[in-house]
Antibody, heavy 124, light 106 residues
Framework: EVRLVESGGDLVQPGRSLRLSCAAS????????LHWVRQGPGKGLEWVAG????????GYAASVAGRFTISRDNGKNSLYLQMNSLRPEDTALYYC?????????????????WGQGTPVTVSS | EIVMTQSPATLSVSPGERATLSCRAS??????LAWYQHKPGQPPRLLIY???TRATGIPARFSGSGSGTEFTLTISSLQSEDFAVYYC????????FGQGTKVEIK
C-alpha cells in the first residue's frame, strides 16, 4: 500500500523559514517524480513544486520560485520542501503527491497518491 | 503558463441526476488532463487521467471527454458520496489546477 506522510507544518512568523518532510513507503521511491500541492483556507488546489528522480530536475510555481526549494533523499525515501521568506499567503495545508505516467516532473504525469497534508500558518 | 478555468463554480444537483462539469485550458494540453475529487478532511482522489481513462476503482458513472482546450467530466447518476469539489489539472507543461467546481445537493 502506498503511503505518504507529511510532517513539519507549524505556525511561523512572516519572513521566517520552515522545512516540510514527506515520508514515503509502499512503492519504489527512486522511480517516481514527486510534487508538493497546497490548499489555502477557502481556496482551491495550487501546485507548488515538483522534482524528478534526482534533485537536479525541479520546477516551481511562480508564487514560490526563489523562496522554496524542493529536494529528495532516495536513501531515506523522503521528500522535502524548504520554505524561506514565508508570507501570510503561504498559509495552507501542504500535500505531497506521487506522480505516475512519466519520471520527469515537467510533464506527462498525473498524481495517483496523496498524503493527508501538513498545515502551515504564517502569521505574526 | 497554462491557466485552467472551470465552470460552473457551483453545481446544484439532485441525487440520481446527471452532472456535467467543464474545464478549459488557455492553450492546448492535448490529452494531458486529469480530474480529481476532493472532500473535506481527505486528500484529493484521482478520478480520470488522459482526459478519459478512469483510474483504478473509479465507478463507471464517472466519465471524461475532450482534448486540446475543452474538457468535460460527467457523473451520470449522482450518488450521495459524489457531492464534493472537483478539480481539473493539466500535466502537459508542469502542473496547473482549475479553481474547482463544487457539486452540492439540490
Amino acid at each position: 500500500e502506498v503511503r505518504l506522510v507529511e510532517s513539519g507544518g507549524d505556525l511561523v512568523q512572516p519572513g521566517r523559514s520552515l522545512r516540510l518532510s514527506c515520508a514515503a513507503s509502499g512503492f519504489s521511491f527512486h522511480d517516481n517524480a514527486l510534487h508538493w500541492v497546497r490548499q489555502g483556507p477557502g481556496k482551491g488546489l495550487e501546485w507548488v513544486a515538483g522534482i524528478g528522480l534526482t534533485s537536479s530536475n525541479v520546477g516551481y510555481a511562480a508564487s514560490v520560485a526563489g523562496r522554496f526549494t524542493i529536494s529528495r533523499d532516495n536513501g531515506k525515501n523522503s521528500l522535502y520542501l524548504q520554505m524561506n521568506s514565508l508570507r501570510p499567503e503561504d498559509t495552507a495545508l501542504y500535500y505531497c503527491a506521487k506522480q505516475v505516467g512519466t519520471t520527469g516532473p515537467a510533464g506527462g504525469g498525473y498524481f495517483d497518491s496523496w498524503g493527508q497534508g501538513t498545515p502551515v500558518t504564517v502569521s505574526s | 503558463e497554462i491557466v485552467m478555468t472551470q465552470s460552473p463554480a457551483t453545481l446544484s444537483v439532485s441525487p440520481g441526476e446527471r452532472a456535467t462539469l467543464s474545464c478549459r485550458a488557455s492553450q492546448s494540453v492535448g490529452f494531458s488532463l486529469a480530474w480529481y475529487q476532493h472532500k473535506p478532511g481527505q486528500p484529493p482522489r484521482l478520478l480520470i487521467y488522459g482526459a478519459s481513462t478512469r483510474a483504478t476503482g473509479i465507478p463507471a458513472r464517472f466519465s471524461g471527454s475532450g482534448s486540446g482546450t475543452e474538457f468535460t467530466l460527467t457523473i451520470s447518476s449522482l450518488q450521495s458520496e459524489d457531492f464534493a469539489v472537483y478539480y481539473c489539472q493539466q500535466y502537459k507543461d508542469w502542473r496547473a489546477f482549475g479553481q474547482g467546481t463544487k457539486v452540492e445537493i439540490k
